[in-house]
């Protein structure tokens, strides 16, 4: 299964588009956001991107029982803190926004998940602890370069791809 994953967009409508261009070339089978979607337009266009989306909040994330109620009127799974996602062989991915630094680091800790995924440094991540992969996908909003990153979990790589 190959998850697209994407965090700190922060409104940024355009680079969000070029970002599910990539995912489309990649064929992933599902899309997660770490957080700081930062609008309901950019939420909007994860949900008509195809594959299913799984979305947490940000720390940045304002008017967040907004967000949740256009997640749910357009299908897009969300959660608050931490969001899990099945990977299809009976494993799971979870993912969180990052801020919380406690809360990643028991999801990191307790490796139950193979995957954990973040945001809100900002940088892109690709780091084995234990068990753990963990993996940040970069942002599209005050970071350079812009990058997402594609997870093929049934080869266990991680690619960070340039957005334009």
Not at 47 to 73: C, F, I, S, T, W
Request: glycine share 12%; aromatic share 4%; hydrophobic share 40%.
């Amino acid at each position: 299964m190959k998850i697209g994953i994407v965090s700190d967009t922060h409104g940024e409508v355009d680079r969000l588009r070029g970002a599910l261009g990539i995912f489309e070339v990649h064929a992933v089978d599902a899309i997660v956001h770490c957080g700081d979607v930062g609008s309901s337009k950019c939420l909007r266009l994860l949900a008509e991107a195809g594959p299913p989306v799984y979305m947490v909040a940000g720390n940045m994330d304002r008017h967040v029982g907004k967000l949740a109620a256009v997640a749910q009127k357009h299908g897009v799974r969300f959660a608050w803190e931490v969001i899990e996602v099945p990977l299809g062989d009976g494993r799971s991915l979870v993912a969180t926004h990052g801020h919380d630094e406690t809360v990643l680091g028991e999801l990191v800790r307790e490796g139950q998940f193979p995957y954990v995924c973040h945001g809100h440094t900002h940088k892109p991540r690709d780091q084995r602890i234990g068990g753990v992969r963990v993996i940040n996908p970069g942002a599209l909003h005050h970071a350079r370069p812009h990058t997402v990153a594609v997870l093929d979990a049934e080869a266990d790589t991680v690619e960070h791809v340039l957005v334009p």
